[in-house]
């Protein structure tokens, strides 16, 4: 049958996409931070053979052994449309220890109307709605009016450093176009005094990963020393860790904290800020993290032999500032460190911001507006990073938007790098539809 006359109410934009998200489960494409792992190629030429059966012609970019990114222009139907949307996911997850699981983490499992495995939410669920959206749409002939940039890339888990930011730095020219993005977090529901809340992703922290390295004078662990690089590192990583950093409120988050307020009934103010957050349940481990700055140490090395006092002592430093606060926030950083500690950056990477209006902003709350009518939408900042820190520097407005309606009782943002991450199909579905609406409308 020519595809072309393929009534567009034949083919759901979610008929594939639980199937296809627990293809790319199946593709195990742990990201350790280094050069180890298997990288992302194998996910990549499944993605590429997708669109290809659909009539894309998408390019595979590896930007270093097994390190793989696909992209492929789509849609464009109407040619007095010149202003590109880029749709973006990273194919790289995290590691997961099969023990700790109930299940496979690379077996992609349907259990209790869940999809089990490392990704599912983070992101390949996002990667198997787009793929369901455009090959539902190829099969009717429903191209986008907007000419579409697809994006999947390598290296996220990691900073980017082998996807997204090459691509930007030595490709530039595939983003051509490109005014607005979308990509991860954002879309998702969360449930506020009995009404659901989809929170739309408009700005996130700037990324300071650190090391901290003091010296000393090496000795013998029996003897006087005054000049220990472990008391000194110590000391400057306990300082840094009990710092408490003030609130302060950024316009996305003074948006988010007047539509809680709205649905609390009280008056945001700075005060408040933390106990309205915690309306949120669960999700304020992530969404309550944005009202400030923030350092963890998350690393510590020193020495080889307990009676030997090391030359050196190093620390590792996991830093979030706000858009609008990094001079604050390194500042305040270099006083709790000491001037007698090295500060070195292993990535560091700018927070961004973007307004939130204008139509694609409208087209995306009309669309999960369609979807679920009694919903309210509103913008949040992100408290760690993604792939729109690379696509900003391109000029483009990017946004967090993947959409799933969630349970109430599921604690969503402890999926995220956790045990037993998984997500519900009907959400998988629910995604897809929401996606296709949006495409309209973009």
Known sequence: MDATRIDAREVDPAAEVVELCRDLIRCDTSNYGDVEGPGERKAAEYVAERLSEAGLEPQIIETSPGRTNVVARWGGADPTRDDGLLVHGHLDVVPAAAEDWRVDPFSGEIVDGYVWGRGAIDMKDFNAMVLSVVRARQATGRLPARPIVLCFTADEEAGGHHGAEVLVRDHPEL????????????????????????????AERGMAWMRLTARGRAGHGSMINDDNAVTRLASAVARVGAHDWPVRLTPTMRTLLGTVGDLAGQEPTPENAVQLMQEFGSATRMLGAVLKNSVNPTMLDAGYKVNVIPTEATAHLDGRFLPGYEEEFFGTLRELVGDDIAIDFVSKQPPWEMPYDGAVVDAMTSSLLAQDP????????????TDAKHFSKLGIRTYGFVPLRLPDDLDFTALFHGVDERVPVDALEFGARVVDDFLDRA
């Not at 990509?183 to 529901?189: N, T, W």
């Not at 009694?374 to 990073?385: E, F, I, N, Q, R």
């Open 175 to 202: 983003f051509e176009g490109c005014t607005e993005a979308i990509g991860e977090v954002g879309g998702f529901s969360a449930t506020v005094r009995g009404r659901r809340l989809y929170l739309i992703e408009a």
């Open 374 to 385: 009694d919903a309210v939408v509103a913008p949040y900042l992100m408290s760690a990073g």
